[in-house]
């Protein structure tokens, strides 16, 4: 029988690469013989090559959580973000509770949400992979921000770093660089898994041109 892994994605129908990272992730656990659950605000995999048999979607509120990105949407854009983390998060760990799925991979769930529910939440025994992008998780690093976002980012890390220590397996990072400021930022130990996995691409080791490439 196969294994069942979940896909927490609270945005998977944000602009961006969101639901094709998230539809590529579950095409590509099927394919290495796992079936999987995708916990999400909403999510269409048609455009990024269709559900396969094994994966199933659960819209959490039946997809009324839907991200708003008109111009009115964007003037509530951490509204959205922060209730969509706390919602959809909350509502896959409890499914994933229920089920006793223990492999779980989060991804693009505000941080502090995400931790909270973590660190509140029963049901301690599982497998939890969580994607970071930003290596930018210290007051100095948070470069872009005003000083009242640098010291929310600063209480943020404070709770991330406890979640990692306790309930968080390893994370996920783009590339070398980001691993190394990651652990340096979080203050992880070199046992701490840092898995890195760049930005997808099905290449081969013959040169392509620039089209070609963005293409694939």
Not at 6 to 30: E, N, W
Not at 37 to 48: C, E, L
Not at 102 to 111: A, H, L, R, T, V
Request: net charge positive; proline share 4%; hydrophobic share 40%.
């Amino acid at each position: 029988m196969a294994s069942q892994v979940m896909i927490i994605q609270p945005t998977g129908d944000k602009r961006g690469h969101y639901g094709v990272f998230t539809s590529k992730l579950a095409q590509a656990f099927v394919r290495s013989g796992q079936t999987v659950v995708i916990v999400t605000n909403r999510v269409d995999m048609a455009p990024y090559g269709g559900k396969p048999e094994g994966v199933e979607i659960v819209e959490v509120g039946d997809g009324k959580f839907a991200f708003d990105e008109s111009p009115a949407g964007k003037k509530r854009y951490w509204q959205q973000y922060f209730r969509n983390s706390f919602l959809v998060t909350k509502a896959g760990l409890s499914l994933a509770k229920k089920r006793g799925i223990k492999g779980i991979y989060i991804s693009d769930s505000e941080f502090l949400m995400a931790s909270l529910l973590l660190l509140t939440m029963p049901d301690c025994a599982r497998r939890i992979l969580m994607q970071v992008n930003a290596a930018n998780f210290s007051y100095k690093d948070y470069r872009s921000a005003n000083r009242l976002k640098k010291a929310y980012k600063a209480f943020q890390t404070t709770i991330f770093r406890r979640a990692l220590n306790t309930r968080i397996a390893g994370i996920n990072a783009l590339g070398e660089w980001h691993a190394r400021r990651l652990r340096q930022q979080l203050q992880l130990g070199q046992e701490y898994p840092i898995l890195v996995v760049p930005d997808g691409a099905d290449l081969s080791d013959a040169p392509i041109d620039r089209g070609e490439a963005r293409l694939r």
